[in-house]
């Protein structure tokens, strides 16, 4: 990337948004933020008792990264968030004009058998079908690039990276 751009590791719970995002980071040199973190109390209690949030509860959490990326521009920066639909990356371009999306793709079977193996996240398997349900992948107007998560971490994180490079950014 010739220019210090924020990235938002964007797909469905069980992607590898918190595993794939902080890779990319290192290989961008920059900082790297993760989405959860930016989530109230209510909402991770939400998702841990299987509950989808509702736009209501997203837009509190969509404006904290947003307002993080506005932070880190024209410095850089890689920040994880679900993102599944335009109208959540409109907002959060709304905050931060320049940001640049990597939406972590991949078979539901695949995404399912991960999470079932994740530890200590709120997440369950659950709350998949209503993430797919919800999912709007990029526009053809939206910078940004869709990364199969096929592989290991460090192939998936190289193939963001290189997909990033050939937008010019």
Do not use: C
Not at 35 to 55: R, V, Y
Not at 119 to 135: K, R, V
Not at 147 to 166: H, K
């Amino acid at each position: 990337m010739s220019t210090p751009h924020v990235v938002v590791v964007m797909g469905v719970a069980g992607t590898g948004k918190t595993t794939i995002g902080p890779l990319l980071a290192a290989q961008l040199g920059v900082p790297y933020a993760e989405g959860d973190d930016f989530h109230p109390p209510a909402n991770i209690a939400k998702m841990s008792a299987g509950t989808p949030l509702t736009d209501d509860d997203r837009w509190p959490w969509l404006d904290a990264i947003g307002a993080w990326a506005h932070g880190r521009a024209g410095l850089g920066g890689v920040v994880s968030s679900s993102a599944l639909k335009r109208g959540y990356r409109d907002r959060l371009r709304a905050a931060a004009p320049g940001i640049v999306f990597v939406h972590l793709t991949g078979d539901r079977a695949l995404i399912e058998d991960r999470m079932s193996h994740r530890q200590g996240h709120f997440m369950p398997t659950a709350l998949l079908d209503s993430q797919f349900a919800t999912l709007q992948p990029l526009g053809p107007d939206e910078a940004g690039v869709a990364v199969d998560v096929t592989g290991g971490p460090e192939e998936i994180s190289e193939r963001a990276f290189r997909a990033l490079g050939a937008l010019g950014q």
